[in-house]
Protein backbone atom coordinates (compact mmCIF):
# COMPACT_ATOMS: atom_id res chain seq x y z
CA UNK A 1 0.00 0.00 0.00
CA UNK A 2 1.23 3.65 -0.88
CA UNK A 3 0.74 6.68 1.50
CA UNK A 4 1.56 10.24 1.34
CA UNK A 5 1.60 12.29 4.29
CA UNK A 6 1.95 15.82 4.04
CA UNK A 7 1.84 16.87 7.22
CA UNK A 8 1.70 21.01 6.99
CA UNK A 9 -2.21 21.99 6.53
CA UNK A 10 -1.78 25.30 5.62
CA UNK A 11 1.14 27.52 5.44
CA UNK A 12 0.92 31.45 5.37
CA UNK A 13 4.19 33.71 4.20
CA UNK A 14 4.76 37.11 3.15
CA UNK A 15 5.64 38.02 -0.02
CA UNK A 16 9.49 37.12 -1.11
CA UNK A 17 9.69 34.95 1.99
CA UNK A 18 11.28 31.00 0.76
CA UNK A 19 8.75 28.75 2.21
CA UNK A 20 9.40 24.53 1.87
CA UNK A 21 6.38 22.12 2.06
CA UNK A 22 7.40 18.72 3.21
CA UNK A 23 6.27 15.59 1.69
CA UNK A 24 7.10 12.03 3.14
CA UNK A 25 5.71 8.91 1.58
CA UNK A 26 6.03 4.96 2.29
CA UNK A 27 5.96 2.26 -0.32
CA UNK A 28 7.25 -1.20 -0.38
CA UNK A 29 8.06 -1.03 -4.13
CA UNK A 30 11.79 -0.31 -5.01
CA UNK A 31 10.81 1.56 -7.54
CA UNK A 32 8.25 4.42 -8.17
CA UNK A 33 7.56 7.89 -8.83
CA UNK A 34 6.59 11.43 -7.23
CA UNK A 35 5.22 14.16 -7.82
CA UNK A 36 4.10 17.44 -7.18
CA UNK A 37 1.17 19.17 -8.47
CA UNK A 38 -0.47 23.02 -7.62
CA UNK A 39 -3.93 23.31 -7.51
CA UNK A 40 -4.82 27.05 -7.96
CA UNK A 41 -8.22 28.37 -6.45
CA UNK A 42 -9.86 28.09 -10.06
CA UNK A 43 -9.77 24.37 -8.97
CA UNK A 44 -7.45 22.91 -11.49
CA UNK A 45 -4.16 20.82 -11.42
CA UNK A 46 -0.86 21.52 -12.47
CA UNK A 47 1.63 19.34 -12.87
CA UNK A 48 5.15 20.64 -11.26
CA UNK A 49 7.44 17.78 -11.65
CA UNK A 50 7.93 13.93 -11.67
CA UNK A 51 11.12 11.77 -10.06
CA UNK A 52 12.04 8.74 -10.10
CA UNK A 53 13.33 7.04 -7.29
CA UNK A 54 16.58 5.85 -9.36
CA UNK A 55 17.14 9.64 -9.55
CA UNK A 56 17.99 11.56 -6.16
CA UNK A 57 19.72 14.50 -7.77
CA UNK A 58 18.09 17.50 -6.63
CA UNK A 59 16.09 19.72 -9.13
CA UNK A 60 15.75 23.50 -9.61
CA UNK A 61 13.42 25.27 -11.84
CA UNK A 62 13.82 28.67 -11.45
CA UNK A 63 12.26 29.82 -8.15
CA UNK A 64 11.09 26.15 -7.49
CA UNK A 65 13.62 23.56 -6.19
CA UNK A 66 12.95 19.73 -4.88
CA UNK A 67 14.73 17.50 -2.58
CA UNK A 68 14.34 14.09 -2.91
CA UNK A 69 16.24 12.22 0.13
CA UNK A 70 15.55 8.62 -0.02
CA UNK A 71 16.68 7.44 3.32
CA UNK A 72 14.03 9.48 4.82
CA UNK A 73 11.36 9.03 1.91
CA UNK A 74 10.89 12.34 1.62
CA UNK A 75 10.68 14.74 -1.37
CA UNK A 76 10.12 18.23 -0.36
CA UNK A 77 9.42 21.53 -2.00
CA UNK A 78 10.79 24.74 -2.00
CA UNK A 79 9.46 28.05 -3.22
CA UNK A 80 12.30 30.78 -3.51
CA UNK A 81 11.12 34.46 -2.95
CA UNK A 82 7.47 33.94 -3.07
CA UNK A 83 5.16 35.49 -4.73
CA UNK A 84 1.45 36.19 -4.42
CA UNK A 85 0.81 34.21 -7.17
CA UNK A 86 1.78 31.31 -5.71
CA UNK A 87 -0.82 30.59 -3.41
CA UNK A 88 -2.59 27.45 -3.75
CA UNK A 89 -2.90 24.38 -2.50
CA UNK A 90 0.25 22.16 -3.51
CA UNK A 91 -0.12 18.04 -3.69
CA UNK A 92 2.66 15.66 -3.61
CA UNK A 93 1.90 12.35 -5.46
CA UNK A 94 3.49 8.82 -5.11
CA UNK A 95 2.95 5.91 -8.33
CA UNK A 96 4.36 2.43 -8.11
CA UNK A 97 6.33 1.76 -11.14
CA UNK A 98 4.11 -0.28 -13.36
CA UNK A 99 0.90 0.72 -11.89
CA UNK A 100 -0.34 3.94 -13.32
CA UNK A 101 -2.47 5.53 -10.46
CA UNK A 102 -1.64 8.03 -8.30
CA UNK A 103 -2.01 8.28 -4.70
CA UNK A 104 -2.42 11.70 -3.34
CA UNK A 105 -1.15 13.41 0.09
CA UNK A 106 -3.68 15.66 1.78
CA UNK A 107 -1.86 18.77 0.49
CA UNK A 108 -1.09 21.70 1.73
CA UNK A 109 -2.15 25.30 1.09
CA UNK A 110 0.17 28.36 0.26
CA UNK A 111 -1.05 31.73 1.28
CA UNK A 112 1.39 34.56 0.36
CA UNK A 113 0.55 37.39 1.37
CA UNK A 114 1.91 41.29 -0.19
CA UNK B 1 -0.35 22.37 -25.98
CA UNK B 2 -2.80 19.61 -26.31
CA UNK B 3 -5.18 19.57 -22.80
CA UNK B 4 -7.77 17.31 -21.70
CA UNK B 5 -11.53 18.78 -21.80
CA UNK B 6 -14.04 18.35 -19.45
CA UNK B 7 -17.31 19.15 -19.71
CA UNK B 8 -19.43 20.63 -17.80
CA UNK B 9 -17.25 22.84 -15.59
CA UNK B 10 -20.18 22.95 -13.10
CA UNK B 11 -22.70 20.90 -12.52
CA UNK B 12 -25.42 20.50 -10.18
CA UNK B 13 -28.23 17.66 -9.79
CA UNK B 14 -30.84 16.73 -7.41
CA UNK B 15 -30.11 13.47 -5.45
CA UNK B 16 -31.40 10.84 -6.88
CA UNK B 17 -30.63 11.64 -10.53
CA UNK B 18 -28.22 10.00 -12.72
CA UNK B 19 -25.46 12.13 -14.36
CA UNK B 20 -22.74 11.90 -16.87
CA UNK B 21 -19.52 14.11 -16.62
CA UNK B 22 -17.87 13.74 -19.85
CA UNK B 23 -14.07 14.61 -20.70
CA UNK B 24 -12.05 14.37 -24.42
CA UNK B 25 -8.77 12.90 -23.40
CA UNK B 26 -5.39 13.57 -25.67
CA UNK B 27 -5.64 12.44 -28.71
CA UNK B 28 -2.93 9.49 -29.07
CA UNK B 29 -3.72 8.97 -24.93
CA UNK B 30 -4.51 5.47 -24.35
CA UNK B 31 -5.20 5.21 -20.54
CA UNK B 32 -8.19 7.56 -19.15
CA UNK B 33 -8.46 8.03 -15.22
CA UNK B 34 -11.40 9.63 -13.17
CA UNK B 35 -10.32 10.75 -9.82
CA UNK B 36 -12.58 12.42 -7.41
CA UNK B 37 -12.04 15.45 -4.68
CA UNK B 38 -14.11 16.05 -2.09
CA UNK B 39 -13.97 19.63 -1.12
CA UNK B 40 -11.30 20.42 1.26
CA UNK B 41 -9.52 16.81 0.79
CA UNK B 42 -7.21 15.12 -1.21
CA UNK B 43 -7.46 13.48 -4.59
CA UNK B 44 -8.93 10.19 -4.99
CA UNK B 45 -7.99 7.71 -7.76
CA UNK B 46 -12.01 6.14 -8.52
CA UNK B 47 -10.85 3.88 -12.21
CA UNK B 48 -8.70 3.79 -14.80
CA UNK B 49 -9.44 2.72 -18.58
CA UNK B 50 -7.54 1.07 -20.89
CA UNK B 51 -8.38 -0.71 -24.12
CA UNK B 52 -12.05 -0.46 -23.77
CA UNK B 53 -12.41 -2.21 -20.20
CA UNK B 54 -11.88 -1.16 -16.66
CA UNK B 55 -7.88 -2.03 -15.85
CA UNK B 56 -8.11 -0.97 -12.17
CA UNK B 57 -10.58 0.59 -9.86
CA UNK B 58 -10.46 1.86 -6.08
CA UNK B 59 -13.60 0.75 -3.38
CA UNK B 60 -15.17 4.34 -3.95
CA UNK B 61 -15.76 2.83 -7.54
CA UNK B 62 -19.01 0.94 -6.34
CA UNK B 63 -21.98 0.06 -8.80
CA UNK B 64 -23.30 3.22 -8.69
CA UNK B 65 -20.88 4.46 -11.00
CA UNK B 66 -20.08 3.48 -14.79
CA UNK B 67 -17.53 4.57 -17.28
CA UNK B 68 -17.98 4.20 -21.21
CA UNK B 69 -15.96 5.15 -24.35
CA UNK B 70 -19.00 5.65 -25.87
CA UNK B 71 -16.76 6.82 -29.50
CA UNK B 72 -13.10 7.24 -30.67
CA UNK B 73 -13.08 10.78 -28.40
CA UNK B 74 -15.23 10.86 -25.46
CA UNK B 75 -14.63 9.45 -21.90
CA UNK B 76 -17.95 9.57 -19.70
CA UNK B 77 -18.28 8.88 -16.41
CA UNK B 78 -21.79 7.92 -15.12
CA UNK B 79 -23.52 7.88 -11.92
CA UNK B 80 -26.62 6.65 -11.46
CA UNK B 81 -28.37 7.41 -8.37
CA UNK B 82 -26.56 10.78 -7.02
CA UNK B 83 -26.42 10.93 -3.28
CA UNK B 84 -25.18 14.36 -1.47
CA UNK B 85 -21.71 12.65 -0.75
CA UNK B 86 -21.17 12.21 -4.67
CA UNK B 87 -20.40 15.84 -4.33
CA UNK B 88 -16.82 16.65 -5.71
CA UNK B 89 -14.53 18.02 -8.17
CA UNK B 90 -13.74 14.68 -10.50
CA UNK B 91 -11.05 15.05 -12.59
CA UNK B 92 -10.53 13.04 -16.15
CA UNK B 93 -7.09 12.67 -16.72
CA UNK B 94 -5.17 10.30 -19.81
CA UNK B 95 -1.94 9.53 -20.88
CA UNK B 96 0.18 7.85 -23.18
CA UNK B 97 2.21 4.74 -22.57
CA UNK B 98 5.13 4.20 -24.64
CA UNK B 99 8.11 1.63 -23.16
CA UNK B 100 8.77 2.18 -19.70
CA UNK B 101 7.18 5.47 -19.57
CA UNK B 102 4.18 4.45 -16.99
CA UNK B 103 4.08 7.61 -15.71
CA UNK B 104 4.59 9.93 -18.41
CA UNK B 105 2.60 12.37 -19.77
CA UNK B 106 0.09 11.93 -16.95
CA UNK B 107 -2.71 15.31 -18.56
CA UNK B 108 -5.49 16.20 -15.98
CA UNK B 109 -8.43 18.12 -17.08
CA UNK B 110 -9.53 21.15 -15.44
CA UNK B 111 -12.25 19.15 -13.79
CA UNK B 112 -16.24 19.11 -12.82
CA UNK B 113 -17.67 20.21 -9.59
CA UNK B 114 -20.74 18.38 -8.93
CA UNK B 115 -23.22 19.65 -6.15
CA UNK B 116 -25.59 17.09 -5.54
CA UNK B 117 -28.78 18.76 -3.46
Known amino acids: AQKVTQAQTEISVVEKEDVTLDCVYETRDTTYYLFWYKQPPSGELVFLIR??????QNEISGRYSWNFQKSTSSFNFTITASQVVDSAVYFCALSPRGYSTLTFGKGTMLLVSP | EPEVTQTPSHQVTQMGQEVILRCVPISNHLYFYWYRQILGQKVEFLVS????????KSEIFDDQFSVERPDGSNFTLKIRSTKLEDSAMYFC???????????????FGSGTRLTVV
Open chain 2, 49 to 56: FYNNEISE
Open chain 1, 51 to 56: RNSFDE
Open chain 2, 93 to 107: ASRRSTGDSYNYGYT
